[in-house]
């Protein structure tokens, strides 16, 4: 079971750091997944950290911008977002990679928990 927490409502220019509970069993082993859904949007693919070798993925609109780690010691992952835009708002998601390779594939993510709001005012 995974629980993201951290959103909120920031002023653009702005930061939050989301974390990523996962509680049950371990997921050190496996890609972890940040996605998010804009209203009216589908869910898209934002960030992910590798459980195998520390590697990050990043999608364009948030490269430089956030940044995707995980402390495995913790069971928890996290998502530094820098410089928020208002195109940032939306509903950010966690999961873990269970299916394929491609990362940024959103049917290859599993045990998605409940997302944590956050919105980006301009």
């Known amino acids: 079971q995974l629980q993201a927490c951290g959103g909120g409502l920031v002023q653009a220019g702005g930061s939050l750091r989301l974390s990523c509970a996962a509680s049950g069993r371990t997921f050190s082993s496996y890609t972890m997944g940040w996605f998010r859904q804009a209203p009216g949007k589908e869910r898209e693919f934002v960030a992910a950290?590798?459980?195998?070798?520390?590697?990050?993925y990043y999608a364009d609109s948030v490269k430089g911008r956030f940044t995707a780690s995980r402390d495995n010691a913790q069971n928890t992952a996290y998502l530094q977002m820098n410089s928020l835009k208002s195109e940032d708002t939306g509903v950010y998601f966690c999961?873990?990679?269970?299916?394929?390779?491609?990362?940024?594939?959103?049917?290859?993510?599993?045990?998605w928990g409940q997302g944590t709001l956050v919105t980006v005012s301009s």
């Open positions: 950290t590798s459980g195998t070798d520390d590697k990050t």
């Open positions: 999961a873990v990679r269970r299916y394929g390779y491609a990362y940024w594939i959103r049917d290859n993510y599993d045990n």
